[in-house]
Structures are given as structure tokens and as C-alpha cells.
């Protein structure tokens, strides 16, 4: 078995009480420890040691199961930063002002979002309909992958 990376488990776990990002925890090993870590280390570790979720899942937001291609595109990156709001998590004050925009932008126009995973666009404005939120509600919601929930299922 290889040598272990983490160095220290509770500082490792202080840096996730102070929303240090994947990325941070990559930089911060490197200057401190001079070892290279990867994000989706950090992800793991999370997992293992059944720490909060850094995202906030929001099906009724989100019901979609999002192509990979399609996961940083900015009308998916702003209903995120919406869904981290609605469950009372702290957001920057770049996030706020642009969701605020965005909101704002939205509402002018009368739009909501839509998901389509057969275009190379994915994600769409459409005009708003009675009962709408902030996006077109699909038919039906699709199931999307929760690594949390796979790992209970190990236990």
C-alpha cells in the first residue's frame, strides 16, 4: 500500500469547517507539505469521512441529469448559486451580484430555464409560463448519481 498524503486529519478537517475550496486544499498540501493532492482527493476524503456536502443538491431547481459537457454552463452555475441560497449557505459577494443580475435579467425578460442534453448548447431561456419558478419543469425529473448516498450503500 502507498505512503498516506494526508499528513494531519484535523487540520485537514478545520480547512473544511472554513470552506476551503478543493482547489485551496490542492494549493495549500503543495506549499505546506510540498505534496501534490488532486480535487477530487479532497472530494473523496469528504465522503469517507461522511463530512458536508460541499454543493447543495436541489432536484426541484435541478431535476435534470446534466451532461458533462453541459455542467459549467452559466445558466446551470447560476440556478447552483440560487439553490446554495435558498438553503441558507453564505455566498460570495461576486456570486450574490451576479445571481442578483441574473435574477434580475430574468424577470425583465419573463424567461425561465430550459434543459435540453440533445444541443451542443444544453441550456436555454424560454418564455415563462403560469407556475414556472426559475426554469421550464420537465416531465419528469431524471435520476442523477449521488456518491454520498452510493457510499451509505456499502456500509
Known amino acids: 500500500m502507498g505512503k498516506r498524503k494526508i499528513q494531519n486529519e484535523t487540520e485537514v478537517d478545520r480547512w473544511f469547517e472554513e470552506g476551503l475550496t478543493y482547489q485551496q486544499m490542492v494549493e495549500k498540501y503543495l506549499e505546506l507539505y510540498n ?6 482527493m479532497w472530494g473523496n476524503y469528504r465522503r469517507r469521512k461522511r463530512l458536508e456536502r ?21 445558466p446551470l452555475v447560476m440556478l ?7 438553503a441558507g449557505k453564505e455566498l460570495t459577494a461576486d456570486d450574490a451580484g451576479r445571481l442578483a443580475s441574473w435574477l434580475q435579467m430574468l424577470d425583465e425578460a419573463e424567461a425561465v430555464v430550459h434543459y435540453d442534453p440533445d444541443t451542443e448548447e444544453g441550456f436555454f431561456l424560454v418564455p415563462r409560463q403560469p407556475g414556472d419558478d426559475l426554469i421550464h419543469r420537465p416531465k419528469e425529473k431524471t435520476a442523477r448519481p449521488n ?5 451509505d450503500n456499502e456500509d
Open 80 to 86: 447552483r448559486v440560487e439553490a446554495r441560497r435558498r
Open 35 to 40: 505534496i501534490e493532492t488532486s480535487p477530487s
Open 54 to 74: 460541499r454543493i447543495v443538491r436541489d432536484d426541484d431547481l435541478i431535476p435534470w441529469a446534466v451532461k458533462p459537457e453541459h455542467r459549467w454552463i452559466y
Open 147 to 151: 456518491a454520498d448516498k452510493a457510499m
